[in-house]
C-alpha cells in the first residue's frame, strides 16, 4: 500500500473508533437476540424479526431518501452547520407529514397482514405498535443521517449504538419480570427509540433556530432525495426480503433460526459500514470538489482496508459457527449452513468496496436505483423458487447471488462513469 495520507489516517483512526462503537452495538444486538430467544422463545423472535423488518422497510420509503440526501448536498455544497439545520428541519417536516399514510394503513389493516398474508392473528398487536412508532423511525433514522452529514460522528455513535440498545434491553427485562410477552418485546423496542429521538432532538436543535436561508426549497430537496429513496429501499429488501417471504412460507421458529444466522453472518459488515460511515462524506466533498484523482485514492485505500480486516472476521464465523451459534441454545445451531452462505456474502461486498455509496455521492443515485430495483426483484424470484425446496437455506443462496450480481454491476459503473475500478 503507498504510503497513507494525513487525511486518510484521520479517516482510518475514525473508523477505528466508529468500529469500536459498532462492536458495542453488535454486541448488546446479540444480548438482544438471546434475551428474546431465551425468555420469550424462538418463536416470538421470529415475530419480531419479522415486524421490525417491515417497519424498518416502511420507515426507509418513508425517509423519502433524505438522509442520504443530506450527506449529499451538505458534502457538495459545503454547507455550514446552520445551512444544514436549516436543510435538516425541511426534510424533517415532509417526512412527517408524508408518514400519516403508512400509519392509517397499518392500523386499519393489521387485521388484514395479520391473518391473511402472513396467517397469524398473534401479529395484530406488533402492526398497531408499528402504527404509533413508525414517525419515531423516521425522524430517528433522518437525525442519524444528518449527524454523519455534518461529521458528528461521536454523537452518531452514541444515538446509534449505545443508547436505543441499552434502553432496549432495560425494556425487554422490565417487561419479563412483568410477564409481559409477545407483542411488547416490539413495544420495548418503540419505546427505546422515542427515548433516544427525544436526546437527539436535544442536541441537535438550539432553543432560538437562527434565520440563515439556503438555496434548496423542499421540493428541490426531495426531487434529489426520490431516486435515493428507491435505491435506499430495495437495498434493505434485498437484504430483508428473504425474511418477508419466510415470514409467508415458514413457521415462526424458522424464521428465527435463519435471524440469528443473518444476524451473526453480518458481524463480517462490521469493518465494511464503519468505514463506510466516515468515508461517505468525504466522497460527497470531494466529487462535489471535482477532486477525481484524491477520491479514487481513497476509494482504493478503502477498499484495501475493508477487504484485509473482512477476511480474518468472515473465517471465524465460518469455521467457529456451531460454537458461536449454540450461544443462542441449540435450536440456533440448525442455521449453520445459511451462516456460511450469509458470510460468503460479506466478503463478496468486502472485496467490492463501498460501491453503493460511491454511485449516490456522485450524480449516479438513478443508476443505483435501477440496479436496485432489478436486483430485488431477481431476489424475491429466487426466494420463491428456492424456499419451498431448500427452506432457509435456500433464501440464504438467493441473497448470495444477488449480492453478487449487485455489486458486479455496480463496480462496472462506477468505471464506466468514474473511470475507475474499485475492487480490492
Given amino acids: 500500500m503507498n504510503l497513507l495520507s494525513d487525511s486518510f489516517k484521520k479517516i482510518i483512526s475514525s473508523s477505528g473508533v466508529n468500529f469500536i462503537f459498532r462492536i458495542f452495538g453488535l454486541g448488546t444486538s446479540f444480548l438482544t437476540t438471546i434475551i428474546i430467544t431465551r425468555l420469550f422463545g424462538v418463536g416470538t423472535y421470529g415475530n419480531y424479526a419479522l415486524i421490525f423488518t417491515i417497519a424498518q422497510a416502511t420507515a426507509i420509503i418513508f425517509t423519502l431518501g433524505i438522509p442520504n440526501t443530506l450527506i449529499k448536498i451538505i458534502g457538495n455544497h459545503n454547507f455550514s452547520h446552520k445551512k444544514a439545520k436549516k436543510l435538516l428541519i425541511k426534510g424533517l417536516k415532509a417526512a412527517l407529514a408524508i408518514s400519516l399514510i403508512p400509519m392509517l394503513f397499518f392500523y386499519f389493516g393489521a387485521s388484514m397482514l395479520s391473518e391473511d398474508v402472513f396467517n397469524s392473528p398473534k401479529l395484530i398487536n406488533y402492526f398497531l405498535i408499528v402504527t404509533i412508532a413508525l414517525p419515531l423511525f423516521v425522524v430517528h ?85 426520490s431516486p435515493l429513496m428507491f435505491s435506499g429501499l430495495f437495498l434493505y429488501l434485498l437484504n430483508w426480503t428473504d425474511v418477508i417471504i419466510l415470514g409467508m412460507m415458514v413457521e415462526d421458529k424458522q424464521i428465527g433460526i435463519y435471524n440469528i444466522a443473518y444476524k451473526v453472518g453480518s458481524v463480517g459488515f462490521l469493518v465494511i459500514v464503519s468505514i463506510s460511515t466516515i468515508i461517505t462524506p468525504r466522497i460527497a466533498e470531494l466529487y462535489g470538489e471535482k477532486n477525481m484523482t484524491e477520491l479514487k ?128
Fill in 141 to 225: 433514522e433522518i437525525f442519524l443521517y444528518f449527524l454523519i452529514a455534518t461529521k458528528n460522528f461521536m454523537k452518531y455513535n452514541f444515538f446509534m449504538f449505545i443508547v436505543p440498545n441499552v434502553l432496549l434491553i432495560a425494556f425487554l427485562v422490565i417487561f419479563y419480570y412483568a410477564d409481559k410477552t409477545g407483542a411488547f418485546t416490539f413495544l420495548a423496542f418503540a419505546m427505546a427509540i422515542l427515548l433516544t429521538v427525544l436526546m437527539e432532538a436535544f442536541t441537535i436543535f438550539e432553543i432560538k433556530p437562527d434565520k440563515e436561508q439556503i438555496p434548496f426549497t423542499t421540493l428541490a430537496l426531495l426531487k434529489t432525495a
Fill in 297 to 424: 485514492k481513497l476509494v482504493h485505500n478503502s477498499t484495501r482496508l475493508i477487504a484485509v480486516l473482512s477476511v480474518p472476521i468472515v473465517v471465524v464465523l465460518i469455521f467457529m459457527r456451531g460454537y458461536i451459534l449454540s450461544f443462542f441454545g441449540t435450536e440456533a445451531i440448525a442455521g449453520g449452513n445459511t451462516l456460511i452462505i450469509v458470510s460468503l456474502g460479506v466478503l463478496f461486498s468486502a472485496m467490492a468496496g463501498n460501491v453503493d455509496q460511491i454511485l449516490n455521492m456522485t450524480n449516479n443515485q438513478g443508476v443505483l436505483r435501477n440496479i436496485t430495483i432489478i436486483c430485488f426483484f431477481i431476489n424475491a424470484a429466487l426466494n420463491l423458487a428456492l424456499i419451498p425446496q431448500y427452506g432457509i437455506e435456500g433464501s440464504a443462496f438467493a441473497s448470495l447471488l444477488t449480492n453478487v450480481l449487485l455489486n458486479f454491476v455496480c463496480v462496472y459503473y462506477v468505471k464506466k462513469r468514474l473511470g475507475f475500478y474499485t475492487l480490492f
